[in-house]
């Protein structure tokens, strides 16, 4: 899952050169470190140990300013005096930017101080959470301290179009993650058919998912993607719904009954749309085989993950409440070829966000 760093010099894939440095100090310390509250693209947990921290002083050889994945390069001395070379990875650097960690913050040749976790299979990578600058700063990859009660009030929106930001129930804060996990038990691994069980046996997701290639994959992974901004548009007698995350953009086709005939199947599938009084009702078929959980955790078995098939089935409900100046949103998902009932509908709520969608422009992931 992590960068071959040998290999994107190869495809001139990085965003800086390496220069000679100088050799600094490495501390592994013993205390125990909190993990990233939600990693935005793929899960933590699987990849990381957060009960193995690690405290990292050293000199920046290189920083790749990539999404959907940002990776600093450190060279350290450990407690042997021996110099090691560390590659750690954080958020993006679209979210890191944002959040306040600047590339120019970890420019080569400057010295730095990393806080984060044990990668659970390298000993010699990590995931990073907090920054100390050299003038003394301390930074979160998740945004500065004290943002939940500072955070400015967004402007009373009208309706369902602008931009907006996935947040948990009652939160102020709206530039931090919304604390969804991305990985761990799946209940409905429980109703899978036997088709779903054969190709879930066959598919691993360390090496498989389409994230790593920059496909978007399931819509609901759009929606629940923490820390991007998503907006709702119109465009002529349709409607746009775009996500910062992997730059998707669905045209949702409104007042079809039905896709057009020979409409090819795609990872988003075709979507269809209608009003029904305030609420926008999308509902989207024509998907082709995809991944709803990219990790999942089942009991003495090896890692796996939630796919779906070709007969996926959606019904988005989106709606403006205007009180808590939100949207809302419920998705309800049938796939009887891979599942035996339905899922239960999910809920989420998008906060209304000052924020400006940027160009993701994602990097292929190059797995080791």
């Known amino acids: 899952m992590m960068v071959n760093a040998t290999?994107?010099?190869?495809?001139?894939?990085?965003a800086t050169n390496s220069k000679?440095?100088?050799?600094?100090?490495?501390?592994?310390?013993?205390?125990?470190l909190l993990a990233a509250s939600v990693f935005a693209?793929?899960?933590?947990a699987p990849h990381f140990d957060a009960s193995k921290p690690v405290h990292i002083t050293g000199v920046v050889t290189e920083f790749e300013e990539r999404n959907p994945h940002a990776y600093l390069h450190i060279r350290?001395?450990?407690?042997?005096?021996?110099?090691?070379?560390w590659e750690c990875e954080s958020h993006g650097v679209t979210q890191l930017t944002r959040n306040g960690i600047s590339p120019d913050m970890l420019a080569v040749g400057s010295t730095v101080q990393i806080d984060g976790s044990q990668h659970r299979r390298d000993p010699l990578q990590c995931f990073f959470d907090t920054?100390?600058?050299?003038?003394?700063?301390?930074?979160?990859?998740?945004?500065?301290?004290?943002q939940r009660a500072d955070a400015p009030q967004v402007a009373q929106r009208s309706s369902m179009f602008g931009v907006w930001l996935l947040a948990p129930a009652g939160a102020v804060n709206l530039t931090a993650p919304a604390g969804r996990a991305t990985s761990g038990p799946q209940f409905m691994m429980d109703f899978t058919t036997d088709a779903a069980k054969a190709e879930i046996a066959k598919y691993n997701p360390f090496v498989d998912d389409p994230t790593y290639r920059c496909e978007p994959v399931a819509i609901r992974r759009a929606w629940g993607a923490p820390g991007t901004p998503m907006a709702l548009r119109q465009s002529g007698a349709d409607i746009i719904i775009q996500h910062e995350w992997?730059?998707?953009?669905?045209?949702?086709?409104?007042n079809q009954t039905a896709a057009p005939v020979g409409t090819p199947e795609s990872i988003l599938g075709y979507s269809r749309g209608r009003m029904e009084g305030d609420v926008l009702i999308v509902e989207t078929d024509h998907y082709?085989?995809?991944?709803?959980?990219?990790f999942v955790e089942v009991k003495d078995q090896p890692m796996r993950a939630l796919l779906h098939s070709n007969e996926l089935r959606t019904v988005e409900r989106i709606s403006f409440d205007a009180p808590s100046n939100r949207i809302k949103l419920s998705v309800e998902m049938s796939d009887p070829k891979y599942f035996t009932q339905d899922f239960p509908v999910a809920q989420s709520e998008f906060?209304?966000?000052?924020?400006?969608?940027?160009?993701?422009?994602?990097?292929?992931?190059?797995?080791?």
């Open 7 to 14: 290999n994107l010099k190869a495809m001139n894939l990085k």
């Open 351 to 368: 906060a209304a966000s000052d924020m400006e969608i940027k160009p993701f422009g994602c990097i292929p992931e190059l797995l080791k």
């Open 41 to 44: 693209h793929h899960s933590f």
């Open 246 to 254: 992997m730059d998707v953009e669905r045209v949702v086709h409104m």
């Open 131 to 146: 920054l100390h600058l050299a003038d003394g700063r301390v930074l979160s990859v998740n945004g500065p301290a004290g």
């Open 76 to 85: 350290a001395e450990n407690a042997d005096g021996l110099t090691q070379e």
């Open 288 to 294: 082709n085989q995809g991944v709803l959980n990219q």
């Open 20 to 32: 000679s440095m100088l050799i600094p100090q490495l501390f592994i310390g013993s205390s125990i």
